[in-house]
């Protein structure tokens, strides 16, 4: 069996900075920016690799979402510990110190972990927390 990522979601609550944040800073291109009912859907990805994607977007519209269900995601995504990925590269220091000069919201420097990797870890704006591996 040979089985693929093909698309993540993370939810978005501004998407004019989500867009910034993940085309500009992270270097992503958009494959698609969707918009229906006052919302935006936003699909980016590494240019190098066409076929796996993220999806940004927007929180708790589900249709079979309750009131409290939408509050509870809310106040979840607002403490920063609903979503989350992880990336790779083979420069980890060169992307923290992009990251970090753009001013995003750094959670962890570069560090080797008891676990076997060497990683650091941020926040986009709505508050997912993103960590990137160093490639080895």
Request: proline content about 8%; hydrophobic content about 35%.
């Amino acid at each position: 069996m040979d089985i693929t990522i093909s698309y993540a979601f993370l939810p978005q609550t501004d998407p004019d900075a989500a867009l910034t944040f993940y085309r500009d800073t992270l270097g992503f291109e958009v494959r698609n920016d969707v918009g229906y009912s006052g919302m935006r859907w936003i699909t980016v990805g590494p240019p190098k690799q066409p076929g796996t994607s993220i999806v940004l977007h927007p929180p708790a519209v589900d249709p079979g979402i309750t009131d409290d269900e939408r509050r509870t995601i809310l106040e979840l995504i607002a403490k920063g510990s609903y979503g989350a990925i992880t990336l790779a590269t083979d420069d980890l220091d060169g992307v923290f110190e992009r990251l970090q000069g753009s001013g995003a919201d750094v959670v962890q420097e570069p560090t080797e972990q008891p676990y076997g990797v060497r990683d650091c870890a941020f926040r986009d704006p709505t508050g997912n927390l993103i960590r990137i591996n160093e490639l080895r």
